[in-house]
């Protein structure tokens, strides 16, 4: 008995000290967490062609300057950190980089170098404000145009949003976004086209006119929305054609856009004279788009700062589908 007792213990004790052998085995790596990259994927670079040239640099950049506020409106529409902008003459629409915490990386037309070198950036975004600097600020990061061209301003616009999808990662969600712009656009040209009425659009700027055609730089109204041009001779710049009051009164569009530059960037908002307290003077009272009630003003913030970012395009496209009689 003793014997047999002995035995089947010992039987045990082998088959526990087996147990604990196989215990001590590497156990196989964790999967990394679903949002933590895979070191490769991390180290992963990609190639942006633009405008203005060629732009090597990792996936997923973290330290982010962005001088054209369309692509800094896109770049929160996204969940993207920014940690450089321009801080002067910001859109109330994104105040919150005004903060201390962002670095102020000077104004639109004149970068502060010192300033973004010290900062180390990743990459820069600029646009047609920055042109001129390009050359300067390539040298301190990939620096990247993605100004619109207004000549084909719907493609243009898609792919530099596709740009910023590859670079962030986030191509699903860009896609997500347009799809929504394109579905807002259709309504508003199907709704423009059945009216079949023509519209000038006009920059107002401290009691002087511009106006702008199709092709140009708020071409877009025409091109993209669908409304008929009153004259389509207007010449294409991006300054616009200087035209006087009269000439708004001879060519009497059903529709008047106005985009007021004088009050997009005045220092104190307050004091600027509003575009509305020129425009319908006298002369334009005569007009069919004063008669009927359709003088429309735009939002500056969006036309004249920040156009071709998710926000201020999809904005576009809602003020004047909510205004469109």
Request: proline residues 4%; aromatic residues 8%.
């Amino acid at each position: 008995m003793n014997k047999k007792w002995i035995m089947m213990f010992m039987a045990v004790l082998l088959a526990v000290f087996t147990a604990a052998c196989g215990s001590n085995s590497a156990a196989p790596a964790p999967a990394p967490a679903q949002n933590e990259k895979a070191p490769e994927a991390a180290n992963e670079e990609v190639t942006i062609k633009h405008k203005l040239g060629e732009a090597k640099l990792k996936k997923n950049p973290k330290t982010v300057v962005a001088f054209d506020y369309g692509v800094l409106d896109s770049l929160d529409k996204l969940g993207i950190e920014v940690a450089g902008v321009a801080q002067a003459n910001i859109p109330p629409y994104l105040e919150k980089f005004k903060d201390a915490k962002y670095t102020n990386v000077g104004s639109l037309k004149e970068p502060d170098f010192e300033k973004i070198n010290a900062m180390k950036p990743d990459v820069i975004f600029i646009s047609g404000r920055q042109q001129e600097a390009y050359e300067e600020l390539n040298k301190i990061a990939p620096t990247i145009f993605l100004g619109v061209d207004t000549s084909k301003y719907m493609d243009s616009f898609t792919e530099n949003m596709k740009t910023l999808g590859t670079i962030f990662g986030k191509e699903a969600q860009v896609d997500e976004e347009l799809a929504k712009i394109n579905e807002s656009i259709k309504k508003l040209n199907e709704k423009a086209t059945a009216s079949g009425k023509n519209a000038l659009i006009v920059l107002a700027n401290e009691g002087k006119l511009s106006a702008y055609g199709p092709g140009s730089r708020f071409g877009i109204l025409h091109d993209v929305f669908g409304f008929a041009a009153v004259d389509k001779n207007i010449e294409v710049s991006t300054h616009g054609q200087s035209v006087s009051f009269e000439y708004v009164v001879e060519k009497d569009p059903d529709y008047l856009f106005v985009v007021d530059r004088t009050t997009a960037v005045a220092t104190n908002k307050d004091a600027a004279t509003p575009a509305q307290k020129t425009i319908e003077n006298d002369l334009i009272k005569n007009t069919k788009a004063f008669k009927n009630g359709q003088i429309i003003y735009l939002d500056a913030n969006y036309w004249y700062l920040s156009g071709g970012g998710l926000v201020s395009t999809a904005n576009m496209a809602d003020e004047i589908l909510a205004d469109l009689k």
